[in-house]
């Protein structure tokens, strides 16, 4: 007879957390949300701790270059979609680790003998108006000069006048050389008066911009998740248990940070194999992430198969429908309760600390909270990022709202078959286990983890928590009825309009 567990299965919204003592050592300037991504020794460091405690779901209107930079900019990381080409994915994981903050390729070029009227449909297309002048035109040709609005009048001079008459030339720029650090190139840009630094190689290519409007923007990013020998940005990449053998080379290749086998039910010897595999390859050098399971014995097995780290979460994303579609699943709250149980007791018995992600299904700011209070080390989002501005889906405007687009990995548009994928011939998906949508936009990513992080801190300190592992280990969690729910809203009151 099947075994029945008596455990209700809950979710977030069942509960609340109970305040505890907030000392005066308790505020907001104390609070560190640092916390591990991938396993390691009691007494030892990780090899990559998240300053933040976010990472953004491995799907295709999620996770491209653009979110990972903006991303790790903040202190969390990505792990780009693994629905795509081999070369695509590799290529976007390359763009993340190119991106040097305050160094752009310069995207308005033009040649000496170019037109102003050249010029001016390149300001229409990028709204840019400080052009490299280039030998051939190309954002990495050899630099003849810089041309900006400041150089010329249109009206005056003629829409066929061309660029040379104009441009400062290259004897006269002030260039910076590359392998130049962001405060040397700041420097020059103070000293001489610039507005733009042109960076070059060797051969006097253009190789950079460094504009003076991004000065601030770089010092306002102190949480920063960079390789600290390099100062690249660190991102991760989704790989499926099928083709693993090429994906993983090219991804390395780029520059990956760290893998995440992406499964809808990891609790398989696919996973299993594709963890082996790798660790052998790079002689455990890789980092790989695992799941999604829901139980002590899905997280047993992935972490003994060598896993770095165990994804949690069945059914419970906001674009899922698995457990209608199959009956499968387990509340994401009681997952994550079992499974950091099972964590535990891993640490106690081994002295190895196996950090676990809470992915899916979060809604409500609280939530992250209570995700992270049960013990999940990190938490994996999708709708979240989704809805903003870095997010590389459209946005648009339906029924007076401006709206993104946000579609499953299980969808029949992102066809991610390998995701859902129970062995055999594989190729091709039989029925649907997610949906396409919309979600509220929601504006700039930075903004809103302002708020998002801040009622976190906010709560960790009425809980009289500064550290994630403290919130862990002191918080006090309670089961609310649904009564006590409408409790908590606003209520028995006329509300203003907002
Ligand atoms: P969200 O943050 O609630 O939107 O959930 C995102 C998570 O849902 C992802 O990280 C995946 O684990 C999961 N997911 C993504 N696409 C699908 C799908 O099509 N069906 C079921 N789950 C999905």
């Not at 809950?10 to 300037?29: A, H, M, S, V």
């Not at 006269?172 to 190689?201: C, F, M, R, Y």
């Amino acid at each position: 007879m099947a075994q029945i567990i008596e455990k209700v299965s809950r979710t977030f919204g069942e509960y609340l957390l109970i305040p505890g003592l907030t000392t005066k050592e308790c505020t907001p300037q104390n609070v560190s949300l640092k916390t591990p991504l991938v396993k390691f020794r009691k007494g030892e460091k990780p090899a990559i701790s998240l300053n933040i405690p976010f990472v953004s779901a491995i799907m295709q209107s999620v996770s491209d270059h653009g979110l990972a930079i903006a991303l790790a900019r903040n202190g969390g990381l990505s792990f780009i979609f693994g629905s795509q080409s081999i070369e695509s994915q590799a290529e976007m994981v390359r763009k993340v680790k190119k991106f040097k903050a305050g160094f752009v390729p310069s995207d308005s070029n033009v040649r000496p003998d170019s037109t102003l009227a050249e010029v001016e449909a390149i300001i229409e297309a990028t709204g840019h108006t400080t052009m490299g002048v280039t030998d051939d035109g190309t954002p990495n040709g050899k630099l003849l000069g810089m041309l900006t609005s400041r150089d010329y009048r249109i009206d005056h001079d003629g829409r066929e006048s061309l660029v040379k008459n104009f441009m400062t030339p290259f004897e006269k720029l002030t260039v910076g050389k590359l392998g130049i650090t962001l405060s040397e190139a700041n420097q020059l840009i103070w000293d001489h008066k610039l507005n733009a630094l042109p960076i070059i190689d060797e051969e006097q290519h253009l190789v950079y911009f460094v504009f003076r409007k991004d000065y601030d923007s770089h010092r306002e990013n102190p949480n920063e998740l960079l390789d600290p020998q390099t100062k690249e940005l660190l991102v991760g990449a989704g790989i499926n248990s099928r083709d693993y053998k090429e994906r993983v080379p090219a991804l390395v290749e780029a520059g990956v940070d760290v893998v995440c086998i992406d499964s809808s039910d990891g609790f398989s010897e696919w996973q299993q194999e594709t963890i082996a595999w790798v660790k052998e390859k790079y002689n455990g050098k890789v980092l790989i992430g695992a799941g999604n399971v829901v139980d002590k014995e899905g997280f047993d097995y992935l972490v003994e198969a060598g896993a770095d780290f165990i994804k949690v979460g069945i059914g419970g994303g906001s674009i899922c429908i698995t457990r209608e579609q199959k009956g499968i699943g387990r509340g994401q709250a009681t997952a994550i309760l079992d499974v950091a149980a099972a964590r535990d007791e891993y640490f106690e018995k081994t002295g190895i600390y196996v950090p676990i992600c809470s992915d899916g299904g979060l809604v409500h700011d609280y939530h992250m909270s209570l995700a992270l209070a049960m013990g999940a080390d990190f938490l994996m989002m999708g709708r979240y990022f989704a809805r903003f501005d870095e997010s590389p889906t459209k946005k648009l405007y339906i029924n007076g709202n401006y709206v993104k687009e946000y579609w499953g990995e299980g969808s029949s548009r992102a066809r991610n078959w390998q995701r859902y994928d129970m062995g055999g011939k594989g190729g091709a998906m039989k029925f649907e286990e997610g949906v396409d949508s919309y979600v509220p936009y929601a504006g700039k990513m930075k903004d809103n983890l302002e708020v998002t992080l801040g009622k976190i801190v906010s709560t960790m300190c009425s809980c009289g928590s500064i550290t994630i592992p403290d919130f862990q280990k002191n918080a006090k969690i309670t089961l609310v009825s649904s009564t006590s729910i409408v409790e908590g809203g606003a209520h028995d009151v006329i509300l203003k309009d907002k």
